[in-house]
């Protein structure tokens, strides 16, 4: 199957029928398909924002290859799928971090590119990338476990078995971990909110 993908960036799709979706998409339905990765890809965006950074969105592409590439032969609802995906997205991570130690980049400077004008309005894009980032950046403070946990509960939308399986962990472990950090959170937010 071959599908292009446009760049769907963070925010939040419109849920149409999500479970008939994912079982034409396993058949070969590209508009399915679309659906499905419209829906599930900004979830899956600030997870990986968490674990990788600036480099979210190009380790989602690697994972949506193998996601793409295996579809076929995955088994579940749409849940496991959210979780399946959550999973793929985990281990493409953690091979772009293993990468990235070995071979460090150098950051270029912005007048090394051409300015072009976006298509979209850019302000409202702006804001809430801003908005956006600073949370997933206060999340990124929280110990490692806590951080992945709170996101795959609170952004990704997984439930507490989901998220076990996409980290290797119990689920009484994920909801520990994801109720300490949301507490963090709440106390370092304490004046803010």
């Known amino acids: 199957m071959r599908v292009e993908l446009e760049s769907v960036p963070c925010r939040a799709a419109g849920d149409a029928d999500l479970p008939s979706a994912?079982?034409?998409?396993r058949r070969g339905d590209e508009d399915a398909f679309r659906v499905l990765y419209r829906a599930v890809q900004p979830g899956l965006c600030r997870y990986?924002?968490?674990l990788v950074g600036q480099d979210a969105e190009d380790v989602a592409s690697e994972a949506w290859l193998q996601i793409t590439r295996?579809?076929?032969s995955f088994r579940g609802d749409l849940a496991g799928f959210r979780a399946w995906t959550a999973t793929i997205g985990r281990h493409r991570a953690l091979d772009h971090l293993r990468h990235r130690r070995r071979r460090p980049?150098?950051?270029a400077p912005a007048e090394w590119f051409p300015e072009?004008?976006?298509p979209d309005d850019t302000a409202s894009a702006a804001i809430e990338a801003t908005t956006t980032d600073a949370a997933l950046a206060l999340i990124a403070t929280l110990p490692r476990d806590q951080a992945e946990a709170v996101v795959l509960r609170a952004v990704v939308g997984l439930d507490a078995?989901?998220?076990a399986a996409v980290l290797g962990k119990r689920p009484g472990a994920v909801r520990t971990a994801a109720y300490r950090g949301l507490r963090t959170l709440a106390d370092r937010l304490g004046g803010q909110v």
Do not use: Q, W
């Open 48 to 50: 990986l924002r968490v």
């Open 161 to 163: 078995k989901a998220a």
């Open 105 to 107: 980049v150098a950051d």
């Open 22 to 25: 994912l079982e034409r998409a």
């Open 70 to 72: 295996d579809l076929t």
């Open 116 to 118: 072009r004008a976006a």
